[in-house]
């Protein structure tokens, strides 16, 4: 899959070009400050992270040691690959440290600025052609984390496109590597492999490509082998990070499949049976965790049932929303999330993002749809969620104020009308 022509032409421009050489320069500073891009290698000790790690402090549900370790070992190789890598980690840290004070807003506007112009830089590099795999593979890297950094500060209205621009490297990595691509006979991707490897930043891909899939209703930009539907839970490598039992991230892909007609979507039945009989497990990471964070983590995964439950009924079978299977769901979604300890550390959250969207759109009665327009509007608990809520909820009120009047119900073909009203792509 080629990316789209109308993405790159705006990366000809060359004045963003000369950011190759340079490092952004500390917030408050001039934009036009820089310092010599450093080149050399660099030493383990320096650049390991300190004791209270940064991403430990903005994640809800915390990493066992094992984690810790590959992500600060994944870290380093990619700090040591390329110097934009280096640069993009230090603006990275910058934003992170603001968040957990609290000064994001004071700081947005250069962030924004530095994050565009790594973005250009990035693409220029694609456009070019001449990374080798091993360096394709960490531009992806510098791209996902780019897209991570543009949803903290509230700029991601652009990331279906941009992730269709990263696809091919996303292919090109999975199908060099055979321990994630197992049978070379077929071409889509295989879910499953990918969840459970050390592989964070093709993790983070599926999520983001899935999620945005879901919310745009546009079409996923791989073609996914989601017939692997549950790993063990010693190879759970990612789902600590953003709070989604990789058995329905699996899922999630199965009904956007199944949503778009796809031949290679099981049926839509089976999907329901396995979320209806489908019980809450406890993981390997519980022996570490404190109690509430295990009750919280309980909660959770009821709450993406429901939550895949009203999507399904909505998207694929065509339910209106005042029906009882959809109904329960949405009481279900805000009922379960409503006992979920809050953090406190203020910038760790759950990343809920798709439960209240989905429920949103579902939601009859006024104290729900409040309470949806509040969660994905609230900015000290949506900073670090994958999706930026903020972007859909002129969706919603476009829904609400229409088809949706008066607590009409609404059906998936209303709540697309809406988006492609008030947040059209170009496909």
């Not at 791209?143 to 091919?168: C, F, G, H, Q, V």
């Not at 209240?356 to 327009?373: D, Q, S, V």
Request: net charge neutral; with cysteine.
């Amino acid at each position: 899959m080629m990316p789209a022509k109308s993405w790159s032409q705006p990366l000809h421009s060359t004045k963003y070009l000369s950011i190759c050489t340079s490092s952004p320069p500390t917030p408050g500073a001039q934009s036009s400050t820089s310092w010599p891009t450093v080149r050399r290698q660099i030493p383990s000790s320096q650049l390991s992270p300190p004791p209270d790690d940064r991403m430990l402090k903005l994640t809800y549900f915390k990493p066992v040691k094992y984690q810790i370790d590959t992500h600060r070992e994944s870290m380093l190789s990619h700090l040591q690959s390329s110097s934009i890598a280096r640069r993009i980690k230090i603006v990275s840290f910058k934003i992170h440290e603001a968040v957990i004070k609290g000064e994001e807003s004071r700081y947005r506007a250069i962030f924004s600025e530095w994050v565009h112009q790594f973005q250009l830089e990035l693409c220029a590099m694609w456009n070019r052609g001449l990374e080798s795999q091993v360096m394709s593979t960490h531009l992806l890297n510098e791209a996902l984390e780019l897209s991570y950094l543009k949803t903290i500060l509230l700029s991601n209205y652009d990331m279906y496109p941009y992730l269709r621009y990263t696809t091919p490297t996303f292919l090109q990595t999975v199908f060099s590597d055979p321990t994630l691509w197992p049978d070379n006979t077929i071409t889509s991707v295989s879910v499953a492999h990918i969840l459970s490897s050390p592989r964070c930043e093709l993790g983070n891909f599926i999520v983001m490509d899935t999620i945005y899939a879901m919310a745009y209703g546009l079409p996923q930009h791989v073609e996914y082998d989601t017939s692997i539907t549950s790993i063990p839970d010693d190879s759970m490598n990612f789902e600590w990070a953003h709070g989604c039992p990789t058995e329905f991230q699996i899922i999630l892909a199965q009904i956007n499949q199944c949503r778009d007609r796809n031949p290679n979507a099981p049926d839509w039945r089976d999907i329901e049976h396995r979320l209806i009989t489908w019980q809450s497990r406890s993981n390997s990471h519980h022996t570490e965790w404190e109690s509430w964070m295990v009750v919280a983590w309980l909660a959770v995964q009821e709450t993406w049932r429901h939550t895949l439950l009203a999507y399904l009924y909505m998207a694929v079978c065509g339910a209106s929303s005042d029906e009882p299977r959809v109904q329960f769901s949405v009481s279900q979604i805000f009922q379960i999330a409503k006992t979920i300890r809050k953090p406190e550390q203020p910038a760790a959250s759950i990343h809920l993002f798709t439960q209240y969207f989905i429920a949103g759109i579902c939601a009859r009665t006024e104290k729900h749809r409040l309470l949806a327009r509040h969660k994905l509007s609230d900015l000290s608990e949506s900073t670090h969620w994958l999706i930026r809520g903020t972007i859909f909820v002129p969706v919603l009120d476009h829904l609400w104020l229409g088809a949706g009047a008066g607590g009409q119900p609404v059906k998936w073909s209303d709540y697309m009308l809406s988006r492609e009203t008030v947040l059209p792509v170009v496909v």
